[in-house]
């Protein structure tokens, strides 16, 4: 089984200021790993995944994310945070064996300050 | 280029009162799922489908049906409906063989609320 844990719920952050939202995880099988984006009022959508390959995610609106196996976490960084990257922010992880299910975080609000 | 779609957007009920939320999607997905999202408790699961004719229950089925008649369609039916299933629902689908990396491809959500 996998569990997802998003370390803090609400993350507030100046306008220009670096930002870093935490995901942990765990799993007895190899996984897929996943940031989406959620603006307010609209569903998900895709940020940045993890599938194989460099452990140096780079996704849309000038977000990256690492991969630590070691550590078992998926980091997600944007050096300049904008009013616009207001959003509610989660972590999924996807087993490869694709017979356990999808798992996401609780999310992780962030606000960003003028 | 509609992507998964849902209706409807919004809807408001009594409590006992049944209705059915609808999900289609157009891109030949194989997966397709139901989660509701309420404040703090970040996306449940409810039910799947991993092809037509097959649904199975999630973390947090009860209180709901589905159904899977053709693969394009996710429908979501709530019998009686109760004040706790006042919730976002999201729809999503994704692809099981070849291209699956379990990336979640989701509708814009319905808000209901049972008064």
């Known amino acids: 089984a996998q569990s997802v844990t998003q370390l803090d719920s609400q993350v507030p952050v100046f306008e220009e200021a670096p930002v870093e939202l935490r995901c942990n995880y765990s799993?007895?099988?190899?996984?897929?790993l996943f940031w989406y984006v959620q603006y307010p009022n609209q569903g998900l959508q895709l940020l940045l995944k993890y599938l194989s390959g460099s452990t140096l995610v780079k996704g849309i609106n000038g977000f990256e994310a690492e991969f630590n196996k070691s550590q078992t976490s998926f980091h997600l960084r944007k050096p300049s945070v904008h009013i616009s990257d207001t959003a509610e922010y989660f972590c999924?992880?996807?087993?490869?064996?694709?017979?356990?299910?999808?798992?996401f975080g609780k999310g992780t609000r962030l606000h960003i300050l003028p | 280029n509609a992507g998964v779609t849902q209706t409807p957007k919004f809807r408001v009920l009594k409590t006992g009162q049944s209705m059915t939320l609808l999900c289609a999607q157009d891109?030949?997905?194989?997966?397709m799922y139901w989660y509701r999202q309420d404040p703090g408790m970040g996306l449940r699961l409810i039910h799947y489908s991993v092809g037509e004719g097959t649904t199975a229950k999630g973390e947090v089925p009860d209180g709901y049906n589905v159904s899977r008649l053709k693969k394009q369609n996710f429908l979501l039916g709530l019998e009686s409906a109760a004040p706790s299933q006042t919730s976002v629902y999201f729809c999503?689908?994704?692809?099981?063989?070849?291209?699956?990396?379990?990336?979640?491809?989701f509708g814009e959500g319905s808000r209901l609320t049972v008064l």
């Open positions: 891109m030949n997905h194989e997966y």
């Open positions: 999503a689908s994704s692809y099981r063989t070849g291209a699956y990396t379990g990336e979640l491809f």
């Open positions: 999924a992880v996807s087993p490869m064996n694709r017979d356990d299910k999808i798992i």
């Open positions: 799993s007895s099988v190899s996984v897929y």
